[in-house]
Nanobody, 116 residues
Framework: QVQLVESGGGLVQPGGSLRLSCAAS????????MRWYRQAPGKERELVAR????????TYADSVKGRFTISRDNAKNMVYLQMNRLQPEDTAVYYC?????????WGQGTQVTVSS
């Protein structure tokens, strides 16, 4: 079965950095685009970044362009989100996501809190 397990969240001061990781299993990883979403309290879940199966194409939400970088290691079935210059508005639960056939799969999420 498809499993996604996020890690790397935590508390960081404004201007700091974090690197999120997502370990994937149960599907042919290199053939699937991977996505990071986030959901802040009281807000809808939003797409943060997407990376193609081979890793050659990436897209970002306008709010994170130039600060966040999505990457993947297909040999390890891992996807990453490097987050730099974090701001309080980046505080949210971050989720890894994959669409396999017609089903959306989500990890349990990892909390990122940006606060002084």
């Amino acid at each position: 079965q498809v499993q996604l397990v996020e890690s790397g969240g935590g508390l960081v001061q404004p201007g700091g950095s974090l690197r999120l990781s997502c370990a994937a299993s149960g599907f042919t990883f290199s053939t699937r685009a991977m996505r990071w979403y986030r959901q802040a309290p009281g807000k809808e879940r939003e797409l943060v970044a997407r990376i193609s199966g081979a890793g050659g194409s990436t897209t970002y939400a306008d709010s994170v362009k130039g600060r966040f970088t999505i990457s993947r290691d297909n040999a390890k079935n891992m996807v990453y989100l490097q987050m730099n210059r974090l701001q309080p508005e980046d505080t949210a639960v971050y989720y890894c996501n994959v669409l396999v056939v017609l089903d959306d799969y989500w990890g349990q999420g990892t909390q990122v809190t940006v606060s002084s």
